[in-house]
């Protein structure tokens, strides 16, 4: 098998990198190198084996029309995009030509000049909007989203919301609508939160990476000053860790006769879900500290719960996590230990 995988040098990029020359396929890697953390990602996957290396832009049809006819790939993880809320709102443009152009750019080679690859796209629970329109219960620790308390599944009604709502939503339906209409092999995977090594996390991006770092800088004396959260810290999302991903998107490719054309919400699912207040406490008792904090603003268009039902995964490829959240943070504290 040849896979082809676009935003390889990122943190699902890599990960799903790696695991393929472990297999020893062969192996194409498309980035721009954009993202903070990428080539270090570079570096360490040349560690670990040969592959071939575009160093380019999702954004130039050329950039991907060459890469493409090039690699003859026979499975295409489409992963490269932006993927912060608040950059889409700061630079809406940029947002637009990354994740609407570039996904476009995608699918016109595959329908020119590979129409019998596989093509997965990493889309977000974010095209289901704010979810405001649902009642909420709020305990001391979370809310519950009322009548949904297991979980959304795929039939919630889509509300773009946010230029990042509205870039990844408009590809994820160009996915499911070039299947529909060029009979092109897509699956698109709307996911919840992933987190994991590789993972060079932001306070834009990344949140589980991102307030372990704050953490382990409390645990070190770094940080002395209260560092900030948006909201009141109840909101709630289901946590995947990205080993858990991997094996999604690999059995999802060998189901694909069933999966074609099909969209999953992904994500840990119920037993695997944590608010902020939630993480917080599991992080002090592990690192024996006290996680001082200072309230901002709601940030636009947050959810106060998502949570992924994982039933028509379950169902279509017999996917289900294996790795709980607990186990998975330890995994996360170790790898920034190493960084």
């Known amino acids: 098998m040849r896979y082809f995988i676009t935003g390889g040098c990122g943190f699902l990029g890599s990960n799903l990198a790696a695991a393929i020359l472990k297999s020893g396929e062969e192996l194409f890697v498309f980035d721009n190198l954009y993202r903070t953390g990428t080539e270090q990602n570079l570096k360490w996957l040349q560690s670990l084996g040969d592959f071939k290396f575009y160093h380019a832009d999702i954004r130039s049809y050329n950039d991907v029309e060459y890469a493409v006819r090039d690699a003859k790939p026979d499975v295409i993880f489409h ?22 152009v ?5 699918l016109e080679v595959v329908r020119k000049f590979a129409p019998n690859a596989i093509v997965t796209y990493s889309s977000t629970n974010k095209v289901y909007g704010d979810l405001e329109w649902i009642a909420y219960e709020e305990t001391a620790t979370r809310y519950i989203a009322k ?3 297991n979980g959304f599944n795929e039939e919630v009604p889509l509300k773009f919301a946010s230029p990042y709502g509205c870039s990844k939503g408009a590809t994820d339906q160009y996915m499911l609508d070039y299947a529909k209409m060029f009979g092109l092999k897509t699956v698109i995977f709307r996911h919840s939160s992933i987190f994991g090594g590789r ?3 932001t306070a834009d991006q990344g949140w589980i990476g991102w307030f372990v770092k704050q953490a382990l800088d409390i645990k070190k004396g770094i940080l002395k000053e209260p560092f900030t959260i948006s909201g009141n810290g109840k909101q709630v999302r289901d ?3 990205a080993d858990d991903l991997i ?3 690999f059995k999802a490719v060998a189901s694909i006769n069933i999966t074609a054309g099909n969209v999953y919400n992904i994500g840990g699912g119920v037993t695997n879900s944590l608010s902020l207040l939630e ?12 996680m001082k904090y200072q309230e901002l603003p709601w940030r636009q268009s947050d959810q106060k719960v998502f949570i992924a039902k994982l039933d028509k995964a379950a169902t279509d490829y017999g996917w289900a996590p294996v790795i709980d959240a607990k186990e998975g943070i330890r995994k996360m504290i170790k790898w920034i230990e190493t960084i």
């Open 79 to 100: 992963l490269a995009g932006q993927v912060a809320m608040t950059t889409s709102l700061n630079n809406p443009r940029f947002d637009f030509e990354v994740n609407v």
């Open 102 to 106: 570039g996904g476009n750019n995608i």
């Open 147 to 149: 009548g949904y308390e």
């Open 199 to 201: 993972q060079y996390a």
């Open 239 to 241: 946590v995947l860790f």
């Open 247 to 249: 094996n999604c998107y």
């Open 279 to 290: 993480l917080f406490a599991f992080l002090e008792t592990e690192l024996a500290i006290d």
